[in-house]
């Protein structure tokens, strides 16, 4: 009986073969996906007639949607950050105690930091309660008057239990447009 080998080279030849075979598929593979989008066999995608919309328009509405969840996460923190720096200077009866002296520079930072806020919101209400936030202490800080910190403070804990599910007292002093509450007339009352 006598042995017939392939050697290096029939090898060679056999993995040539196998591979031509699979890029051959995987180009048709390529080629019938790219006619599926070309074709706009994708749903909610129209490339010809009136309101037409292309990949690009998709693309760029769900660039959209993420810089907006983007700017509502950067909107949750401020507010939860602020709440926790207004609690820590009013809250709990912290008014009693209340310091100019110690918390202007921290008031100050903390208006800063609410303003860019504004450029960011898309939902009207949240932005009047920011502006009424930024009323309230700069008004506050002008007259050394504790009153506009601690409505600044009920503001902020009414948007970080409407927005960021806070219900870490169970309080709500219904001041907020978002909240659609009643009490809002107390702040213009104060900054007026």
């Known amino acids: 009986m006598s042995r017939k080998t392939f050697g290096y080279g029939g090898i060679a030849v056999v993995l040539f073969i196998i591979v031509g075979a699979l890029t051959g598929v995987i180009y048709q593979q390529s080629k019938e996906s790219t006619l599926n ?10 490339t010809s007639g009136e309101g037409a919309s292309t990949i690009e328009d998709t693309n760029k509405q769900s660039n959209d949607d993420s810089a907006i969840e983007i700017e509502m996460d950067r909107v949750r923190e401020v507010i939860s950050e602020s709440h926790k720096t207004l609690n ?3 809250g709990w009866q912290g008014y009693r105690d209340f310091s100019w002296e110690n918390k202007n520079k921290e008031l100050q930072f903390l208006v800063d930091n609410t303003k860019p806020l504004l450029e960011d919101i898309a939902d009207q209400h949240i932005e009047q309660d920011i502006l009424n936030v930024i009323a309230c202490i700069e008004k506050a800080i002008n007259d ?15 948007l970080d239990y409407y ?25 213009y009352s104060y900054i007026h």
């Open 163 to 187: 927005i960021n599910g806070n219900e870490s007292d169970g309080i709500l002093y219904h001041v907020t447009h978002y909240g659609t509450d009643q009490n809002v007339e107390e702040l």
């Open 88 to 90: 820590v200077a009013v």
């Open 144 to 158: 050394q008057d504790v009153e506009g910190i601690i409505l600044a403070h009920r503001i902020m804990h009414d």
């Open 37 to 46: 989008v070309t074709e706009a066999n994708v749903e909610g995608v129209s």
